[in-house]
């Protein structure tokens, strides 16, 4: 089936309008289950399905045969980063030049503390370096968001790391799991060094709330209450 795939696309990059054509009508529902998350904001499914489809070709255009990864998992995050591109630049999600100047303002904060200190930095510090709430930082990186990369990293632990490829290359992944694993990986980007490395030592190397107390020093009380309080995010995340 991916050899077929891999034909078409060889087709579709060489013009063959057939093979582009089949391509999309066999990615639809990979494309409905992206645009399903962008729902109930003011667009019409068919509309976006339609941006989806732009992102669609071109990952077709861009793909390259060699590489050693379902087209499928390469395809969802620029399908994704289209539509989200659409939004913020050209829909009812208008992404003013302030807060574009807070987003860059914050990554370079962020990039700076992360280098003095040696660790990422939370929200609250990038905040209060630049003398703007929380929520402002917020939602200018958010605004700021592209196309994720296959090969960022999700975590990394003594030297260890672990990309969000490694996450997405299982073969039994349906379409729907592949964006589930996605946005998952989001909201995880978005939780506090601490919770990371809660939810890495517990989901990732599989420990137990004990040896992950013992691991971190704080009491396994304290892990329980962690744990819950990330589980409701990611809830919330997904709601």
């Given at each position: 089936?991916?050899?077929?795939?891999?034909?078409?696309?060889?087709?579709?990059?060489?013009?063959?309008?057939?093979?582009?054509?089949i391509l999309?009508?066999?990615?639809?529902?990979?494309i409905w289950?992206?645009?399903?998350?962008?729902l109930?904001r003011?667009?019409?499914?068919?509309?976006?399905?339609?941006?989806?489809?732009?992102?669609?070709l071109?990952c077709?255009?861009?793909?390259?045969?060699?590489?050693?990864?379902?087209?499928?998992?390469?395809?969802?995050?620029?399908?994704?980063?289209?539509?989200?591109?659409?939004?913020?630049?050209?829909?009812?999600?208008?992404?003013?030049?302030?807060?574009k100047?807070t987003?860059?303002?914050?990554?370079?904060?962020?990039?700076?503390?992360?280098?003095q200190?040696?660790?990422?930095?939370?929200?609250?510090?990038i905040?209060?370096?630049?003398?703007?709430?929380?929520?402002?930082?917020?939602?200018?990186?958010?605004?700021?968001?592209?196309?994720?990369?296959?090969?960022?990293?999700?975590?990394?632990?003594?030297?260890?790391?672990?990309?969000?490829?490694?996450?997405?290359?299982?073969?039994?992944?349906?379409?729907?799991n592949?964006v589930?694993?996605?946005?998952l990986?989001?909201?995880?980007?978005g939780?506090?060094?601490?919770?990371?490395?809660?939810?890495?030592?517990r989901?990732y190397?599989?420990?137990?709330?004990?040896q992950?107390?013992?691991e971190?020093?704080?009491?396994?009380?304290?892990?329980?209450?962690?744990e819950?309080?990330i589980l409701?995010?990611?809830?919330e995340?997904?709601?």
């Amino acid at each position: 089936m991916e050899e077929e795939v891999l034909n078409l696309i060889k087709l579709a990059q060489e013009g063959d309008e057939e093979a582009t054509k089949i391509l999309i009508e066999e990615n639809s529902g990979l494309i409905w289950s992206i645009v399903r998350r962008f729902l109930n904001r003011g667009y019409d499914g068919e509309d976006l399905f339609q941006i989806g489809s732009i992102g669609l070709l071109k990952c077709i255009k861009k793909f390259d045969l060699s590489y050693e990864v379902k087209f499928s998992t390469y395809a969802v995050p620029m399908i994704m980063g289209e539509i989200k591109r659409f939004l913020r630049d050209d829909g009812i999600i208008k992404v003013s030049r302030t807060l574009k100047e807070t987003a860059t303002k914050a990554k370079y904060i962020k990039d700076l503390l992360t280098k003095q200190n040696n660790e990422e930095p939370t929200i609250n510090e990038i905040a209060n370096a630049l003398g703007v709430e929380p929520q402002e930082v917020l939602l200018a990186l958010d605004s700021d968001k592209d196309v994720e990369s296959l090969y960022s990293t999700v975590y990394q632990n003594d030297g260890k790391s672990v990309y969000l490829i490694d996450k997405l290359e299982n073969k039994g992944d349906s379409q729907e799991n592949i964006v589930e694993n996605i946005v998952l990986k989001d909201i995880i980007k978005g939780l506090e060094p601490r919770e990371k490395q809660i939810i890495n030592l517990r989901y990732y190397q599989d420990k137990t709330q004990s040896q992950v107390a013992k691991e971190i020093g704080v009491s396994q009380v304290q892990v329980s209450r962690i744990e819950k309080k990330i589980l409701a995010k990611i809830r919330e995340g997904f709601g």
